[in-house]
């Protein structure tokens, strides 16, 4: 993959170079993201980041990592609040709105919704998840997280041994993830999900067809024992069709310190691309987890900053001017930086 100027849309596009190249660059945000230093080298560019489906952390995320490397963000939320309410085309929308920006993060909630609408952009369009299809950048954060927690416990992805939980069928963060990690060696993935939430066998087909391990179960005890990581996932009741499907799916798999501790091995990785559903009558991911080392959803959504940066740098072309358009930090640091 080139990177420069082309739409991010799917994993697809990504062998397993695309995916290091990523990594290197994310790591090279750190000082930037952790603000020891700044950098503008985007002074200028504009990114149209249009969310048409309930985000926070993809769409701020987004957001923050083109301001962190010094670009201007315009956002669109809310098919309602836009144009495309009045019944303007996705084409004609993003050739309005591509000569508007450098780049543009979408989300949508229809299925290649987001491929359709980069079809007619001028500018590069990175998904930000169409519906229950893809969620690549979201996926890219997700390894980049595995990678570093294996190498805290000197694993590599290759073997790695990883559980999927929850709805893999409308997961889009799992879709893209376990593609993508069909480009690594040897990779053992268990499915755990309740009938009628199961991965789509396309997905599986490729794991398979690349020579990786997959099972798949129906009680999570079995499912989550003998991994390195545990990657859990909401309920995405929004795309039922009814409330009683809602209801019948909510709280089936619960993931908490008594379930963890008797089935898992010590310090296996807990994950989730979040938000958790907290709701008393869900908690696929109890908070009684919290306080355990072993969970690693917070540097998942802080490594999201990195990888959005990387992204970014990688599509306007500036990997190698960043550090040139660098300067001090102005103001007191330690002030985000500390405990609560
Ligand atoms: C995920 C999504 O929107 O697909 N969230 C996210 O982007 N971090 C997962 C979810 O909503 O459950």
Redesign the pocket.
Same mark, same amino acid.
């Given at each position: 993959m080139n990177f420069v100027g082309e739409h991010i849309l799917s994993v697809s596009q990504f062998d397993r170079a695309d995916v290091d190249r990523v990594f290197q660059i994310a790591d090279k945000m750190e000082p930037y993201a952790n603000r020891q230093k700044i950098t503008r080298v985007l002074q200028g560019a504009i990114l149209s980041n249009m969310f048409f489906e309930a985000?926070t $952390? #993809?769409r701020v995320s987004f957001g923050s990592a083109f301001n962190l490397l010094g670009g201007d963000v315009r956002e669109t939320t809310g098919v309602s609040q836009s144009a495309i309410a009045k019944g303007e085309s996705l084409r004609d929308f993003a050739k309005v709105m591509s000569g508007y920006s450098d780049v543009i993060a979408m989300r949508h909630s229809v299925a290649g919704s987001v491929a359709e609408f980069a079809s007619a952009s001028r500018s590069p369009v990175i998904n930000g *998840?169409d519906g229950e299809n893809e969620?690549p950048s /979201?996926a890219l954060l997700d390894l980049y997280t595995i990678a570093k927690e294996l190498a805290s416990r000197d694993k590599t992805i290759d073997e790695l041994r990883i559980a999927v939980v929850g709805d893999l069928k409308y *997961? $889009?963060?799992v879709h893209s993830l376990l593609k993508l990690l069909a480009v690594f060696d040897s990779v053992s993935v268990n499915l755990v999900s309740p009938p009628g939430l199961q991965t789509p066998p396309e997905i599986v087909e490729l794991l398979q067809n690349q020579g990786h391990i997959v099972s798949t179960f129906e009680r999570l005890e079995e499912g989550i024992s003998a991994v390195d990581i545990l990657y859990v #996932? $909401?309920t /995405?009741e929004e795309r039922f069709s009814s409330q009683e499907e809602a209801d019948r799916y909510r709280g089936l798999f619960r993931v908490n310190e008594a379930i963890y501790t008797q089935h898992c091995e010590p310090n296996t990785v807990i994950m989730h &691309?979040? &938000?958790r559903d907290s709701r008393a009558a869900a908690q696929e991911l109890s908070e009684d987890l919290d306080n355990n080392p072993n969970l690693a959803i917070f540097r998942q959504t802080d490594n999201g900053i990195l990888i959005r940066m990387a992204l970014f740098a990688l599509v306007l072309d500036v990997t190698d001017r960043i550090e040139e358009h660098s300067s001090p930090v102005t103001w007191n640091t330690r002030i985000r930086t500390r405990d609560p």
């Open positions: 985000s $952390r #993809t *998840g969620h /979201q *997961g $889009r963060a #996932t $909401r /995405q &691309p979040l &938000p």
